[in-house]
């Protein structure tokens, strides 16, 4: 069973402040995204990074897939309130039709 | 283009009681994923349907079912429910099946068994 372990559980820092959290596996995965959920909604997904060592950025974020496509990182620069949310990974084994494997997640508060 | 719906939103069931869930996902979407999220677990990969066939499932008892129609409509049953079924059942709509595809969710439906 592969699993994904995200760090921290969560997070409450101040607007302006930069943080990371992380998303760690044993298993290598063809495929990793990050997905957005805030409070009564379904996540939202943020980006997929598909090759080891690749970076992406959105905005004030940035993605990162570790080079063995182990792990990921997700970068938030000068964090605002609008960021508050649900970070969830969730990787693919690849290959045929198969289900995401999720993180449970990194609770995020920015406060004003 | 209209997002995932899912209906009903909310729903309060007895232990023992059946339900059924639906989903609809967005316009020429052919695969529908749904999902169990609880606070403990997570989110955990209940079963995949695209073009009417189901594609994968997850790790969950028989009393867990789906189908899917003509039309990509998706709708998940439930049966002889137990307190632990209490959670956000998400459904997720993507154009392509297999590993990677980017998936659309819905808002999901919250249920509670009592």
């Known amino acids: 069973t592969q699993l994904l372990e995200q760090s921290p559980q969560f997070l409450s820092i101040q607007e302006g402040e930069n943080l990371t959290v992380y998303c760690n596996s044993s298993s290598v995965f063809s495929s990793l995204q990050w997905y957005r959920q805030e409070p009564g909604e379904g996540p939202v997904l943020l980006v997929t990074v598909v090759t080891g060592g690749e970076v992406k950025k959105l905005k004030r974020l940035t993605f990162q897939f570790g080079d063995a496509r182990k792990d990921s990182s997700l970068h938030i620069t000068a964090a605002q309130p609008g960021d508050t949310g649900l970070y969830l990974c969730?990787?693919?084994?690849?290959?045929?039709?198969?289900?995401?494997?999720f993180g449970k997640g990194t609770h995020l508060i920015i406060q004003p | 283009k209209a997002g995932v719906t899912q209906t009903p939103r909310y729903l309060i069931k007895t232990r023992g009681q059946q339900v059924t869930l639906s989903c609809s996902p967005i316009?020429?979407?052919?695969?529908v994923s749904w999902y169990q999220q609880t606070p403990g677990q997570g989110l955990q990969f209940l079963f995949e349907?695209?073009?009417?066939?189901?594609?994968n499932k997850g790790n969950f008892p028989g009393r867990f079912s789906g189908r899917q129609f003509s039309n990509s409509r998706s709708e998940m049953n439930v049966s002889t429910l137990e307190l632990g079924d209490s959670a956000l059942y998400l459904c997720?709509?993507?154009?392509?099946?297999?590993?990677?595809?980017?998936?659309?969710f819905g808002p999901g439906t919250r249920l509670t068994v009592t």
């Open positions: 349907y695209f073009s009417e066939t189901q594609r």
């Open positions: 316009s020429g979407h052919r695969s």
């Open positions: 969730a990787g693919s084994s690849g290959g045929g039709a198969d289900g995401l494997t």
């Open positions: 997720a709509s993507s154009s392509r099946t297999g590993g990677g595809r980017e998936q659309y």
